[in-house]
C-alpha cells in the first residue's frame, strides 16, 4: 500500500510561482512513474506531467511545457512540481497519484493523494 500527501496549495498571483510536494509512504519503487494532474471546477482531470522516481524520465503536457518543472528526491520520498509563470487558467485542485507503469492516462493510476487546491488570481 502507497500512501501520497500534497503540500504547498495555495493562493497567487498571476505570473507568480509555487511548489508542490507530494511526500510518499510504503511501498514503491524507483522505477514507478509519479504523475501529478489537476482539476478545476466542472472539468475532467487533467495530465499535468511525469516522472519516474529515479529521475530519468520526464514528460509534460503541452498547457504547462516551459513553465512547470517536476523532480524527484527518492532519499526524501518525495516529488515536486515547480510552477512558474502562473496563469489563472492554471487554477485547479493539483493531484499526485503513482503507479508501476509510464503512462499518462489518469485511470491507470493506482494510488491519488488528497489534493491541494491552487488558485491563480488576474
Known amino acids: 500500500q502507497v500512501q501520497l500527501v500534497e503540500s504547498g496549495g495555495g493562493l497567487v498571483q498571476a505570473g507568480g510561482s509555487l511548489r508542490l510536494s507530494c511526500a510518499a509512504s510504503?511501498?514503491?519503487?524507483?522505477?514507478?512513474?509519479m504523475g501529478w494532474f489537476r482539476q478545476a471546477p466542472g472539468k475532467e482531470r487533467e495530465f499535468v506531467g511525469v516522472i519516474r522516481w529515479s529521475g530519468g524520465s520526464l514528460y509534460y503536457a503541452d498547457s504547462v511545457k516551459g513553465r512547470f518543472t517536476i523532480s524527484s528526491d527518492i532519499a526524501r520520498s518525495t516529488v515536486y512540481l515547480q510552477m512558474n509563470s502562473l496563469k489563472p487558467e492554471d487554477t485547479a485542485v493539483y493531484y499526485c497519484?503513482?503507479?508501476?507503469?509510464?503512462?499518462?492516462?489518469?485511470?491507470?493510476?493506482?494510488?491519488w493523494g488528497q489534493g491541494t487546491q491552487v488558485t491563480v488570481s488576474s
Open positions: 497519484a503513482t503507479n508501476s507503469r509510464w503512462t499518462v492516462d489518469p485511470r491507470a493510476f493506482d494510488y
Open positions: 510504503g511501498r514503491t519503487f524507483s522505477s514507478w512513474t
